[in-house]
């Protein structure tokens, strides 16, 4: 999914849960259409879950890592 | 002796391949044959596929064999120039992977992988005894085809070196082993032939079957064939079988085709073409099948009438065998390996010499007693080739040559000479330790130890898990913290300072962080300035995480419940055994609450504090993202339906690297009862449900009943591995323990006049909602004096139910639905209440049942197997789905107000937590090298 719309789509999963009655609303709107019903709701797992990540980067690692990381970026003992 | 074989040959674009086939095949005899003298352990690498298939392929052979996978590293091909600092770096950490358990031997199944994939050797001969595979040197007898590439060159002959520096090479041939003693001037007595073996499954056809149609319906084979199967490379020389297959008299062509198994690559398909066009040949009269399964396969060595191998070059020839073990009559090049595998001279023929080919395919497709005499030889000569005896082979020539082998060489890294010591007492540890942390060394401690242990949070945490939080500990803690984070810890007891010296010393050379450190020496003295951050941060990873650790460690998945505790009866179970591990996790275990955040497993740090009610600030725990070493068991303990499609691959790796998974399975009912749920639901939950039977090593269903079921889908619906099926019994609250919440006067006045029928649970279609809201307006209109409480949050499915009781013209006086009610009004309603209906029709356990029999309330139930699994004889059953009967039930017991039947002994929370603890346990440990 688009990162772009993640912050929004987030929001608006955010309003939905702090108005239950908006919600229920909602859900039975769509959930008498199958296909529309499985598509929102995987959109939205997806924005709550977003896809795995199997590597690490330097901006996110393992704290031992990145202790690993810092020393053999400084090269010596200080 | 420790045993520990680099996989990575079953992992590559090889796994398509002889070698990959060689290299499972003989890994997963060797572990049969070894398991029980010598402690074996795998090294996948994580940045290439094919883990998954070895890891299930060796699954029955390897129930106990510890497995890591290294990484992942990737871009690290030798085809790019570009790679080569990334390259190195990977090497050296690699290198100390292999190693890193101190292993005696280290077995490398394959090196000539990584020129185009991201295979990796170590960077220099590991410590150990090193033992490689050598499958043949064929491009140093055709350096034009395979070497002309000048990084091509480079790259095999840096894999040569590495062969070379080896301790012992064993051949898969007599004549790769008569070649790398020529061609390498290997020492003959560091190289042993241990052959190479054929699958049991590959057998003749068993009388009475016939493939005919079969083949006919797959491939489209509709006559006799000749077949060949294997590479399309050159030395293959398989354009030569099609011209010799042309040269066949037209008699023969009428009544034959040629069948060529594998893959072509598009270019080659184009000069086959070509070439057939050329020779006369008729499209259909030459087949490519491209890839076939192996079952396939089989069946076409048992249906063929010749196999054909022409290859002018090999380092065994794994396929003849293949076709001679099911009874083809086979014929092979005269050449390198070919006649030491079929040793039969008439199955000969030299393929330099023109149109021998041709003549000897016509010999055998005319000649009968010849064919037949080819199928017989081939079949008792197949049978001297097992892959029991090629481990037999490997694992004489390992014990005879690693007895008694002294390391000569280092990993390749120098050993650091820098580092620290720290003269550590205790007045300056508190203060050390955050540079220790930092930057390892060996601890030296003088003097007395303090009288109370570390009180930071994070400390203490350190020490033991949430469960230690608060506890205070003695001076000894010290020196358990400092060793989770020194390269050794020594207590200066006053011996001459050489003596200390000299410990020190074996500490530097011997201890896993300081053999780690001197790596990340030589990175940083080698090639860390060429890397990226990114490129660095996933080296400094792989190395980090290679370092064998002691901890057990269960992490608990709470992604859900961490987000938001919907009050479920799945939540009040997360909750309460999680809560109980916390406080008293299992013996030596480490529990560990994650969440799936981003992308990535985080410590739930606050969640579980929150939990404990430990008044512990936010961030003050250490380490956010979770790191595994492969020695962890995931506990899916929540239900992730939302979660788990996007955490799966990760999970996915955890399992290849040798993390146990374990799953909770409350029911199966959005799949027993699909009209109960919406669509999305039941898709959804299938999804789950097979994600976790692939996924999963064991799966804990909290009842007989669900385990049965579980059972019974496993065995209906998912092919392939399967995980084991266990159960648990739930715990219960004990009544009293919460607060009694003040009533809604309404609901007061009607439940202390009236009897009152009480129903807990969500509002939705299986609850049985319905059928008793009609027994009830039965039962009223007949004039029972009666109240009915519905305490449940509103599910799904129910708008016409909820319009229903919402329009009641009961509703506020005899009818009472609390949707939102807390613990405590919960409380009053059950004390008030005269019984509870449990009118579901599906359930995974019962827990309400058992805690209105907690709280002395009788209980009316639905004749549910699962209830009578749980309550025994303590509910009276209902066996009826009409308002009718049901009402006629309740007014009877209303009437009669029997007394409750004798039930099973009921757990509390701990005990259930303890229980299901042991199961995990005991699975962990079946699982565990012995």
Known sequence: MSSLFRP????????????????????????????????????????????AALDVDATRMPETSRRAFDRIRARKFP | MKI?????????????????????????????????????????????????????????????????????????????????????????????????????????????EGFTDDALVPYAKPEAFTVATLYDL?????????????????????????????????????????????????????????????????APRTAGIDHTQYLLGRFGIDRRFVMYNGGFDKRKNVLSLIEAFADLPAELRAVHALVLVGRVPPLLAKTFAATMVARGLEPDDVLLTGFVSDEDLVRLYQACALFAFPSEREGFGLAPLEAMACGAPTIVNDATSLPEVVDDPEALFDGHAPGALAARMRTVLTDRHLADRLSSRGLARARHFSWRAVAARALSAIDEHALGYTATSLDGAERPTGLPVYRVDAG????????????????????????????????????????????????????????????????????????LDERVQRFRVAHPLARQRSVEDSIAASVAPSLTDDDLAR??????????????????DVTHIATRDLGTGIHRVVRSILREWLQHPPEHVLIEPIVFREGRFHHAHDYACALIEADIPPNTLP?????????EVYIGLDWTMESLPSSAPLLRTWRWAGVQMQFVVYDLLPLTMPDAFHAHSREAFTRWATTIAS????????????????RGWLSENHLGRRPEVTNFELGADASGHCQIGELDPALEEAMSTSASLLMVGTVEPRKGYVQVLDAMELLWEAGANLTFVIIGHRGWLVNDLTER??????????????????????????????????????EGYGLPLIEAARRGKPVIARSLPVFQEVAGDFPSYFDTDSPEGLASHIARWLAARPAPGPHPEWLNWRQSAFRLGQLIRTRVESAAPP
């Open chain 1, 8 to 51: 929004w789509l987030k929001k608006l999963l955010g309003l939905l849960a702090r108005y239950p009655a908006l919600k229920r609303f909602v859900v039975n709107v769509v959930y008498r259409f199958p296909a529309l019903d499985a598509g929102l709701r995987t959109v939205a797992h997806r924005t709550i879950h977003p896809e």
């Open chain 2, 4 to 112: 520990r074989i680099d996989m990575q040959g079953a992992q590559t674009d090889s796994r398509h391949r002889g070698i990959g086939r060689y290299c499972l095949a003989v890994t997963r005899a060797f572990i049969e044959l070894a398991r029980d003298r010598h402690d074996i352990g795998l090294l996948f690498n994580a940045a290439l596929d094919g883990i998954g298939e070895a890891v299930d392929t060796l699954a029955d052979a390897a129930p106990r064999i510890s497995r890591r996978t290294f990484g992942p590293v990737r871009h690290v091909s030798s085809d790019n120039p570009a790679n080569d600092a990334r390259r190195k770096a990977a090497e050296l950490a690699f290198g100390h992977a292999l190693g890193a358990d101190l292993p005696d031997v280290v077995w490398l199944g394959s090196v000539v």
């Open chain 2, 138 to 202: 064929i491009p140093l007898h055709d350096p034009t085809t395979y070497l002309s590439n000048a990084h091509a060159r480079d790259w095999y002959m840096r894999r040569l070196e590495v062969l070379k520096r080896c301790d012992l090479l064993l051949a898969i041939s007599e004549w790769v082993r008569n070649d790398a003693i020529v061609r390498l001037g290997i020492d003959p007595e560091r190289i042993v032939a241990i052959g190479a073996g054929v699958d049991a499954r590959f």
């Open chain 2, 428 to 499: 300056n540890v508190d203060r050390l330790l955050p540079t220790l942390r930092q930057w390892p060394g060996t601890v030296v401690w003088s003097g007395p130890l303090p009288e109370t242990g570390p009180s930071l949070p994070a400390d203490r945490y350190r020490l033991g898990g949430y469960g230690r939080l608060h506890v205070q500990g003695g001076g000894n803690e010290w020196l358990a913290l400092l060793e989770q984070d020194a390269a050794g810890v020594l207590l200066d007891d006053g011996q001459a300072g050489i003596a």
């Open chain 2, 539 to 556: 080296v400094a990873d792989a190395l980090d995480r290679s370092r064998p650790t002691s901890t057990r460690r269960w992490l608990v």
């Open chain 2, 623 to 631: 380490g956010d993202l979770v790191a595994i070493t492969g020695s």
């Open chain 2, 695 to 710: 996924l999963g090593d064991v799966l804990h269903c909290i009842s007989r009943s669900t385990a049965a079921e579980v």
């Open chain 2, 805 to 842: 009781l919402q329009q009641h013209r009961e509703k506020g006086k005899r009818l009472f639905w609390l949707d939102n009610a807390d613990d405590g009004t919960l409380e009053a309603v059950y004390q008030k209440s005269t019984v509870l209906v449990a009118a579901s029709r599906g």
